[in-house]
């Protein structure tokens, strides 16, 4: 691996379940040395599970490879743990708030004990817990997450963590292109709030709310799920002329415009499912793509990870005793990988691998 720019970056990372650590990780991916601090019991997210890798929860063996770890009391090892500060570019903590002026990691003792360092604090929402679920509910997410009519539901994946993380990683670049010496701070209702742009603008727009809408996306159709498991997004009037043709319909002056599609969106998912019929999701997809139709069958996480351009991809990295995906860059034609293992408790990193 070549593409190391963080190469000689120290980086303490005294952050916890998903949205530091995943920060961090791709830190340690750039080339950072990242050194993970951890209470005695480790970082609480090493217990979510089943399912386990190699001992610890799938979600942190997915977030913290290419680290090494220390175990420190913030109390009793205080001195060890500004040692560690002394030599590092880069703090990033996810303390529960209050905690880290308690301790004497805040931005304002750190910097003042080195000016040159980049202090990053990744908050929740408010003083509460840092949980990417509360998160979703409280900012809105969950309120457009759903079906029409039933309850709201959680994202599938921990978006929020993982979209914070990015956003601290991006400021901790950006500081460090400048020169160090910055105060960052991230949140995850901030991140979530960002997520949600184009709802906002809609709801400060219209003073409506956007509802739950399923797999449709409420301002263009046709454009969510049909025949229970294939996705059709023919986000154009030129796209749906092509999925008109391929699907044998005739012309309608009811969706001549996407305008118009949308204002008779039920008359339009009756007409799409009436033509679905006699064939099997995945002939449809084929003959759609043929046709230049943007669709694709719901696939399980099993069948994405067999796809051929999964494979092709390369970014299924193998680390230590489990699989992981590799950051989704690829810079000068290679592959940005992660250059080692999860570590264990206390330990530097195992030897690279995969």
Known sequence: MSFLPLAGR?????????????????????????????????????AWGPPFVGGNGALWFAANAGKRSVVLDLERDRGELLEL???????????????????????ATLRARKPSLVHVSIGAYRDRPGYDPLVQAASGIMSVTGEPGRPPVRVGVSLVDFATG?????????????????TIEASLYETALALLAGHVAGAAATGENPGRHGTAFPLIAPYEVFAGDLMIAAGSDALYE????????????????NPDRVAHRDALRETIESALTGRSSAEWEELLVEAGVPAARVRTVAEALADEHTQTLGILQTLGDGVTVAPPLTVDGERLRHRSPPPALGHGPPEPSG
């Not at 030599?87 to 990033?92: G, I, K, N, W, Y």
């Not at 990015?166 to 910055?182: D, N, P």
């Open 166 to 182: 990015q956003w601290a990683a991006i400021g901790i670049l950006a500081a460090l292109l400048r020169g160090g010496g910055a």
């Open 10 to 46: 120290r980086v303490v990372d005294l952050t916890s379940s998903l949205a530091g650590p995943s920060c961090t990780q791709l830190l340690a991916a750039l080339g950072a040395e990242v050194v993970k601090v951890e209470p005695e019991g480790g970082d609480h997210a090493r």
């Open 85 to 107: 500060v002394d030599e590092a570019d880069v703090f990033v903590q996810s303390l529960r708030p209050g905690l880290a002026e308690r301790h004497g990691v805040d931005a």
């Open 242 to 257: 092509r999925l008109r043709g391929a699907l044998g319909l005739p012309e309608d002056a009811r969706f001549a415009t």
